[in-house]
């Protein structure tokens, strides 16, 4: 079984531009979460959505975006990139909020 | 915001030996959880624990919910090469299914 797929693996952007990283959850998963994983820290909550509905949001500013599409994949979107927001953005699906959380490999995103 | 402090940061230790770290939190959690990290890789979750007091294992890891809910800790017996890798723990909120990380703890082995 396919677990958690994101994509794409490894991005370089410039400051100011824009990005869309893109999560498939394992199959019969209703709920996505999203994490900014900083080099050498632990992942920091981003979003949370299921069923398609914004459930949490951790303290990102308002270029940060996501959504969920009625097959439970999901975007994360950010605008006006700073080279702080290098990092590595993981996905993580669940059956429900409440239950146990698998992670995907992340999305490598360098910003300079 | 709230932030869970993992200790030691980094172990290097012989194959064989055991390990042992902890998390402590200034506010309470209701679920505490064990990951590990490898190069390239997302977090994969180890153990999960779900009540006070609650001690668990998961072939040569042990871990244990403390009685305060304020703090966890991980034991690794008789390490071995691929235990290599970055552990993380992460409590969680009844009602607010954030998990918050700690910083990590490195664990080094020389074979």
């Known amino acids: 079984d396919a677990g958690v797929t994101q994509s794409p693996t490894h991005l370089i952007k410039t400051r100011g531009q824009h990005v869309t990283l893109r999560c498939s959850p394992i199959s019969g998963h209703k709920s996505v979460s999203w994490y900014q994983q900083v080099l050498g820290q632990g992942p920091q909550f981003i979003f949370q959505y299921y069923e398609k509905e914004e459930r949490g949001r951790g303290n990102f500013p308002d270029r940060f975006s996501a959504r969920q599409f009625p097959n439970y994949s999901s975007e994360l979107n950010v605008n006006a990139l700073l080279l702080g927001d290098s990092a590595l953005y993981l996905c993580?699906?669940?059956?429900?909020?409440?239950?146990?959380?698998?992670f995907g490999s992340g999305t490598r995103l360098t910003v300079v | 915001g709230q932030q869970l402090n993992q200790s030691p940061q980094s172990m290097f230790i012989q194959e064989g030996e055991d390990v042992s770290m902890n998390c402590t939190s200034s506010?309470?959690?209701?679920?505490w959880l064990w990951y590990k990290q490898d190069p390239g890789e997302g977090p994969v979750l180890l153990i999960a624990l779900y009540k006070a007091g609650e001690l668990t294992s998961n072939g040569r890891l042990t871990a244990q919910f403390g009685i305060t809910r304020k703090d966890s800790f991980l034991n690794i017996s008789a390490s071995i090469p691929s235990d290599v890798g970055i552990y993380f723990c992460?409590?969680?909120?009844?009602?607010?299914?954030?998990?918050?990380f700690g910083q990590g703890t490195r664990l080094t082995i020389n074979p």
């Open positions: 506010s309470i959690f209701n679920t």
């Open positions: 992460a409590g969680q909120l009844g009602g607010a299914q954030k998990l918050v």
């Open positions: 993580a699906s669940s059956l429900e909020p409440s239950w146990g959380y698998t």
